[in-house]
């Protein structure tokens, strides 16, 4: 793995999904590239005192020239307030790639299940376009991710295109305070789990809150899966 750098930045762009969500993207200043494994991070610095937050990377590790992270405004933290308050074309600064949430390169994963609830998606996102798009890998790919309402998805229209372009990919949202029409999973993503056939010697990717994890974590040790096989990043 790369070894954490300093970087600049500029702010080019910005995609707002809903009032949840907006997506933020950076072209790189100095150095002018990076590498970066899927499921990585960054921390940018915030503030003049130095204080850091650290964002998943939810872009394609094939483009080195910029990354990209997805914000999520509910908690309205120190963090979330330097982005919605970020110009474009101002300068930012952060240290990275960091982290080890990486697809492993075993033999023994099978298949891969990618659990995540809310902004945990991010480093989800990024590592299936890695492994459909650019390591095209062939064994089952599934995604659950977990939110409260239908209004919070995003990326539906990618998440489409990957199910008719790679056979191999699933992808099973679940909503905790759905609405009466929606017919999908309901309830936690935990809750999902629980219902559906888990792959053998599959490899689990959980990204979320701490008592998510841990859930998480329970429900597929009591299912069977040996935890080795268990892979987490926490967010809080």
């Keep these: ?22 997506h933020f993207h950076f072209e790189l200043k100095n150095p ?10 960054i921390s940018f610095k915030i503030n003049e ?4 937050r650290a964002y998943s990377i939810c872009s394609d590790p ?45 033999a023994q994963e099978q298949s891969l299940v990618l659990i995540g609830t809310g902004c945990g998606v991010s480093p989800l996102y990024s590592m299936m376009i890695d492994q459909l798009k650019n390591k095209e890998d062939k ?21 489409a295109r990957w199910s008719r372009q790679f056979p191999n990919f ?28 888990l792959p053998e010697n599959a490899g689990y990717y959980l990204c979320g809150g701490k008592p998510m994890i841990d859930d998480t974590k329970q429900i597929l040790i009591s299912r069977g899966v040996d935890p080795k096989y268990i892979h987490h990043e926490k967010f809080f």
């Design 170 to 197: 699933q992808f099973h949202p679940t909503l905790s305070q759905a609405e009466k029409e929606w017919s999908l999973c309901r309830g936690r993503v935990t809750n999902c789990l629980q219902i559906h056939d």
């Design 49 to 52: 005192q130095g204080t850091r």
């Design 32 to 41: 002018y590239t990076i590498k970066f494994l899927a499921g990585q991070f």
């Design 62 to 106: 094939d483009i080195d020239h910029g990354v990209e992270i997805l914000l999520d405004h509910t908690p309205q933290g120190e963090g979330v307030k330097y982005f919605e308050n970020l110009q474009l074309g101002d300068e930012v600064s952060f240290i990275g790639p960091s982290g080890r949430f990486v697809i492993e390169d075993d």
């Design 1 to 22: 793995m790369q070894r954490p750098q300093e970087y600049t930045a500029i702010f080019e762009d910005k995609q707002s999904y809903n009032e949840k969500f907006t």
């Design 139 to 159: 064994r089952p790919i599934t995604l659950y991710w977990g939110l409260r309402h239908a209004s919070h998805l995003i990326w539906q229209d990618e998440f």
